[in-house]
């Protein structure tokens, strides 16, 4: 089996991005996006869900109440409607013991009007926007740097762990006119006969020292969660930070958002390829 992006690297076999990507560490001075030549939104937006994960590790954390209740108090989170969720009475003791449980969340907030998720436990934070997608700059990237802010300010002694930032997207048929995998720039062949639907696929990218993606490309009668009607094509676009490579400050955590954000947005268009960038871009 051979699954191509046109213009981009043959995943029949492991593959590795250029060396031309900037780090983190150098984005700022360049002063520039990744790809100026990307669109900066589509008409129509096809962004689900957009989410900013921070795992970390605190002598605070061993007394999670205490964390919840700042956090929970945040001003810019003031109204929010809190829930418990079902990992909230799991000692920490056990959640230590076990990866799964460590970075669970156990509360979450939800704004009134449903758009914004703030979930955290001991040991993480998730930030979340949902449905309508307020655009990157300034809203959700602002929302991402005041959210690092915050668990900086209450856990002094925070190591950082793990850094993600994952856009789940769905192209339709109405508005994208994305009716199957002809009609964007990934391909899957089997014994040199093209598979058009009914398919879920999952690549990894190391785009540089401080950048992973997991790309996941599914069918929509194939993907999991909620499936917006005429949904013909879901993108799943999760970067990360690999093992042993990550921030160590505040600063440093919003540069490599920003990067992160380039890299997943050059992923997205490769995948959507030239011809439907073009018909669907919006630049104003």
């Not at 300010?153 to 508005?175: F, M, Q, T």
């Not at 190391?206 to 999991?224: G, H, K, M, P, T």
Request: proline share 6%.
């Amino acid at each position: 089996m051979r699954v191509q992006i046109r213009g981009n690297c043959n995943y029949s076999t492991p593959c590795t991005t250029s060396a031309a990507l900037l780090g983190y560490e150098q984005r700022q001075s360049a002063g520039a996006n990744l790809n100026p030549t990307l669109p900066k939104r589509l008409k129509v937006d096809a962004i689900l869900e957009a989410t900013f994960e921070l795992r970390f590790d605190s002598e605070a954390s061993a007394v999670p109440e205490i964390l919840f209740g700042q956090l929970v108090s945040t001003p810019a989170w003031a109204g929010y409607r809190p829930a418990r969720l079902p990992t909230a009475d799991i000692p920490i003791s056990v959640r230590k013991s076990e990866q799964n449980l460590m970075h669970a969340p156990s509360i979450e907030l939800t704004s009134n009007d449903g758009a914004v998720k703030v979930r955290f436990g001991p040991y993480s934070i998730v930030y979340s926007r949902v449905g309508k997608y307020p655009g990157w700059d300034p809203t959700f990237r602002d929302e991402i740097r005041a959210t690092v802010e915050r668990i900086f300010e209450l856990l002094p002694d925070i190591e950082i762990k793990r850094i993600g930032l994952r856009y789940v997207n769905a192209l339709r048929s109405d508005l994208h006119e994305i009716r199957n995998y002809d009609d964007v720039d990934l391909s899957v062949r089997l014994s040199n006969e093209v598979i058009n639907t009914g398919l879920n696929v999952n690549y990894k990218l190391r785009e540089n020292d401080n950048l992973e993606i997991i790309c996941r490309v599914a069918s929509a009668e194939l993907a999991q969660g909620i499936v917006p009607e005429n949904a013909t094509i879901i993108v799943d676009l999760d970067v990360y930070t690999p093992d042993g490579h990550l921030p160590l400050d505040a600063t440093a955590i919003s540069e490599w958002v920003e990067a992160a954000h380039d890299i997943e947005k050059k992923n997205f268009f490769k995948i959507l390829g030239d011809d439907a960038t073009q018909r669907l871009r919006e630049d104003a």
